[in-house]
């Protein structure tokens, strides 16, 4: 069925008479530019160009490269059909404009049958350029190999009929159908219940013969370094899939290898920090996990018939490029993968103790003791947390402070601003009329600030990288309590004194000790509104992005640093510094008050509970708590102890000092 009167120009205004059907027509195909334009950015003009956006006739939508292929060349020939992954619309260039003007015609308004035999009608419009922003170079997880054609397709075929999945049923043990995929286990039955396995109770018959013979081979050619002992079969229908995991550390050992059977299928790994990297498994291939991409890297396979794939002929396994110009689908069969594991005998030691259930409960880092030590607890629990946090971070750190702003807005025009430790740069727009440049340890906080083109450079905040009294002003907001000793606070102080000019003035914040001031708790923990709606924004955000923020303890809020209530009621001159040397320092639980100067807050990544439905108990085989928890080391400042480090500085004024919900503040200004 096609629409009729297609010829017709849409912004025709004359005096066409259109019946029903044909103004139903124009609706839609105007509804198509809309949410195109709102939703995705691409702007359709009423001239005719070479190129179109095609609504509906996308991956997204279930059509194939194929499918689309077929309609579109019948108007002549194309110069590229560009299929973004997951989207519902299309872009196609043809050769000239006639024929472009062609396919308008014809297609607009058409119904095509996708892969699922279902009825889609194409809506066609011009664009000037058929634009897709690059996703950028994208690389295998670190220490992730895909080994193709590791079998013979003799071998695979008696691979998957030695799996009798109708025998042995009597012992439910080795053999579950789990709502998403069935499963069969050898060697040691993995228990869903807690991810890991009984590493005293081996099943009887250990591995199946005829693996053992095949993983003797892939030991001899140097494919895995060690036996595995521990077998899992997971059969897939389509439309089954495996929840994003990591296998449990403690459980098994580095190397974990998945031989897929019978289909192909695309394996979903994902940083913690939320870069994902699809993988094609091809049948009769080998995906070794290894390092990162086994220890910090989750896995899973979303649950669909269909894959978004390469579609040149030529590529087989490894990762799905970016390259829209050669995306089709796939669709998806019976997939049998044979995963082996060795079970664990000596506890975890990776280098990823964010993620790992074995080092969680392991000691922490205690107060530093030499600069050395300093710098490592630094290192460790501020600069590759923030790293590691960057972007769900950043999203949470939207709202300017208003007093910050004040300042920001009382400096002369013309004012020559650093932001040190600027984070994702949100006091860096602010006064439009200041030349404001910003600086931070995390090179991934920086690149938001580039993104949103402000300057700002990576450096070290006790040696920065400017001329000495070269600024006007300068702020440092929540920064100084993330040096652990004395000395270092009072030297980036003097740094940040150093790039004044005479007369220039800082402005510096840290998180107080005291959470309740004056029998004022902050205004955040009273809940005002604005709060709270920062709060849903964010979360939204972060639930888009497939992360949730840990709502049960309440941290991650909008600035932490004024986020915490207090059942003691410390009085203002009563907080003398509490250090325990040589101890380990204490994990602060969010919204409490602190019982400890030296404190390692807790920074908690939740996946988002929308996706990935968890229907086995525990999501299924990997962590039991799949959110990695990050510890960020914070000096909390006492009354007073801010501007008694200022004093220790030379050639400076205290101008002010003030609490601002939660965090003590001085303004200095250099003589
Ligand atoms: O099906 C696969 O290849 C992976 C299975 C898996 O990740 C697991 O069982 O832990
Ligand atoms: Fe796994
Ligand atoms: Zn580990």
Not at 405 to 414: I, T, Y
Request: with cysteine.
């Amino acid at each position: 069925m096609a629409a009729p009167s297609i010829t017709m120009n849409i912004n025709h205004k004359g005096g066409l008479k259109l019946n029903k059907i044909e103004k139903k027509f124009l609706r839609k195909q105007s509804r198509a530019r809309h949410v195109l334009l709102q939703h995705e950015g691409i702007q359709a003009v009423s001239h005719p160009t070479q190129s179109l956006v095609v609504a509906n006739g996308g991956l997204g939508n279930g059509v194939s490269r194929k499918q689309l292929l077929l309609a579109l060349e019948n108007s002549g020939p194309m110069e590229a059909l560009l299929m973004p992954p997951n989207k519902p619309y299309a872009f196609v260039i043809y050769k000239t404009i006639e024929e472009s003007k062609k396919a308008y015609a014809n297609l607009n308004g058409k119904e095509i049958i996708d892969d699922l035999g279902q009825k889609i009608i194409l809506y066609l419009n011009y664009v000037e350029k058929a634009q897709w922003k690059k996703l950028g170079l994208q690389a295998l997880p670190p220490g992730l190999l895909v080994v193709e054609e590791i079998i013979s397709s003799e071998d695979e075929k008696m691979l998957l009929e030695s799996v009798n999945w109708t025998g042995d049923t009597g012992n439910q043990n080795f053999q579950k159908s789990l709502k998403h995929r069935r499963v069969k286990h050898f060697g040691y039955e993995f228990n869903y219940e807690n991810n890991s396995v009984d590493k005293d109770k081996p099943l009887p018959g250990g591995l199946p013969d005829i693996c053992n013979s095949i993983l003797e081979k892939w030991l001899k050619e140097g494919y895995i370094k060690h036996k595995p002992d521990q077998l899992t079969i997971n059969q897939y229908e389509p439309g089954h899939g495996i929840p994003a995991h990591i296998d449990t550390h403690s459980a098994f050992e580095d190397e974990i290898i998945s031989l897929s059977l019978g289909s192909e299928i695309v394996m979903d790994f994902k940083h913690p920090e939320g870069v994902t990297v699809q993988v094609m498994l091809p049948r009769r291939s080998l995906l070794v996990m290894t390092g990162e991409s086994r220890y910090l890297w989750t896995h899973g396979i979303t649950p669909r018939k269909f894959d978004t794939v390469q579609a040149s002929e030529q590529f087989k396994g490894g990762i799905i490029t970016s390259d829209i110009g050669d995306l089709t689908l796939s669709k998806r069969g019976i997939r049998t993968s044979f995963t082996f594991r060795k079970v664990r005998r000596v506890p975890c030691n990776c280098s990823y103790s964010s993620v790992c259930d074995r080092q969680r409960k392991a000691t922490l880092p205690s107060l530093p003791e030499s600069s050395k030590e300093a710098c490592q607890l630094e290192q460790e629990h501020v600069h590759r947390v923030y790293d590691l946090i960057a972007r769900h971070f950043s999203s949470t750190r939207h709202s300017p402070w208003p007093r910050i702003v004040e300042f920001l807005k009382a400096l002369p025009s013309g004012s020559v601003v650093a932001d040190v430790g600027c984070g994702n740069g949100k006091y860096l727009g602010i006064n439009k009329e200041l030349y404001m440049i910003g600086c931070d340890h995390s090179q991934n906080l920086l690149d938001i600030c580039r993104e949103r083109e402000f300057q700002a450079l990576v450096c070290d905040a006790l040696s920065i990288p400017f001329r000495s009294g070269s600024f006007d002003a300068c702020i440092s907001i929540a920064v100084i309590h993330h040096f652990s000793t004395a000395e270092r606070r009072v030297a980036a102080l003097q740094e940040l004194v150093r790039l004044l000019r005479p007369g220039g003035q800082a402005l510096i914040y840290v998180w107080a000790m005291e959470q309740e001031y004056k029998n004022h708790r902050s205004k955040y923990l009273r809940g005002s509104k604005t709060c709270l709606q920062d709060k849903e924004e964010i979360n939204n955000v972060i639930a888009a992005e497939g992360l949730l923020v840990n709502q049960m303890s309440g941290e991650n809020s909008e600035d932490l640093e004024s986020s915490v209530s207090s059942t003691d009621n410390i009085k203002e001159e009563g907080c003398k510094p509490r250090k325990v040397p040589n101890s380990e320092l204490p994990v602060h639980t969010n919204r409490t008050s602190f019982h400890s100067q030296d404190v390692l807050v807790p920074w908690h990544l939740k996946r988002n509970p929308g996706k990935d439905k968890a229907v086995e108990p525990f999501g299924l085989a990997g962590c039991p708590d799949p959110c990695p928890v990050f510890h960020r080391y914070y000096h909390v400042f006492c009354n007073g102890e801010l501007e008694a480090s200022c004093q220790a500085l030379g050639d400076v004024n205290i101008l002010q000092s003030y609490y601002d919900e939660g965090n003590w503040c001085v303004v200095l200004q250099k003589v």
